[in-house]
C-alpha cells in the first residue's frame, strides 16, 4: 500500500467522475477536481466524509486541473455548499467564463457540467499551499491544451490530472480537431514529468501509483504509436466518447446508435475526418471495437456498460 | 476520461462501475454496493482490506 501524507487524502472514483483530492492543512482545506456532474451528489458526500475525519471542517478552495466534465461537474454543487473559492488553469478561464460548451466539450461531446464561478486562475510556475504542502503548478499541454498539473517537491508527489495514468494519458483531443502542435506538446509535458522528482503520482483516474519510470515508457509509447498513426488515435477517441456516453446513461438502444454518431457532433466531426464511413457503418464499427476491448457488450437490444470490476 | 480497462496493477481493482449514486435506504452506492466510508477510504486501504470489502459486497445485493 502507498504511502501519502496525513493531510492528502485520494477520493478515488471511476471514469466518468475524475479523482478527487482532498487536502486539509493548518490553514485551509483544498479539493483538485470535482467528478462529473450526475455524481455530484455522492462527490459531495464523499468530502462532507473526507472533511469529517478531518475534524469536521468546512471546504474553502477548489481547484481544477483542467476543465474537462470529468473533472469540473461538481464545481457547482460544491461552491453552493461551501462557497469554495474556486481557482481554473489561465487557459480555461475565458472559456469557463463565457461557457462556452464546444471548447469545453460538452455538449459538442454529448457531456454535460453545470456552471460555476471562476474566483482566481492559476497558470505555470504559481506556488500554491494545499495540505500544508507546497506546491509547484506545471504546464500539462496535450490532453487539454491548458491543463496543469501540480508536484510538490518536498514530499516528491505529482497530481497529474489526465497528463500522465499508470497506463496511458487522456485522449488527444487537440490533435484530433487540428491543433499540430499536439504530439510535440505531449512529448514535452511527458519529458518535464520525467525531469520532476517524483516518488507517486496521484492520477486523475484510477488508483495512486509510485511505478513512474515504467509509466512514462508506457506513455511514450502510447504517443509514438499515435504519431506513427493518427487514426489510430481518433479509432481510440472514438471508443472513449461512446463508452463515457454508455456509462452516463448505462444502456443504449442498438437501434439508436446510427443516429447518436451522426448527431453527437464530437462523433460525427472525428468520423469526417478520419474514416469517412457512413453513420450507420460507423456506429457498428464502434460497437464491434467496444465489444473487442470489452468496454461493452450487447443485451436485450441495447450496448450495455462492462466495467471490469 | 478514459474506456473501462482492467487495472494495470496487480492490486485490487476499485468495484466502482460509474453508477456514483448513494441509496437512501441501504446507504449503499446503487453501482458498487459500498458505504460512503468505503468509498472514501478504499484508497488508503491495504490490499487485504480491499479483499474484505469486496467479499462483503455479494450480500448487500437485494433480493429481487
Ligand atoms: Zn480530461
Redesign the interface.
Known sequence: ?LKLPASI?????????SNNVVLTGPEDTVLVDS??L??A??TL??VE??LA?RGGRTLDRLVNTHC???HMGGNAALQRRYGCHTSVPAGEAPLIERWDEDALLLSYADQRAERFRVDATLAAGDRLRMGGIDWVAIAAPGHDTHALMFHSPEERILISG?AL????F??LFPQLFGREATFAETRRTLDSIAALDVRCVIPG?????E?VDAALERAYSRLHAFEEDPARLARHAA??ML??AL?EK?RLPLASLTDYVAQTRVLRDINQRFFAMTPQHFAEWIVHE?ER???AKREDGDLV????? | ?????????D?V??????????NGDTGY?EG?LRT??E??G??????CQKRAVLERLPARQTPC
Open positions: 500500500m487524502r485520494v477520493l478515488e472514483r471511476g471514469w466518468l467522475s467528478g462529473y450526475t455524481h451528489t455522492q458526500a464523499l466524509h473526507a475525519d474537462h466534465s470529468d489526465d495514468w499508470e497506463d496511458g487522456g485522449v483516474h484510477g488508483a495512486p501509483f511505478e471508443r472513449v463508452t463515457f456509462l448505462q467496444l476491448v470489452r468496454a456498460p462492462l466495467v471490469t470490476a | 476520461m478514459k474506456p473501462a480497462a482492467a487495472a494495470l496493477d492490486g481493482p476499485s468495484p466502482c462501475i460509474d453508477v456514483c449514486k448513494m452506492c458498487c460512503i466510508g468509498i472514501a478504499w484508497s488508503t486501504y491495504s490490499d
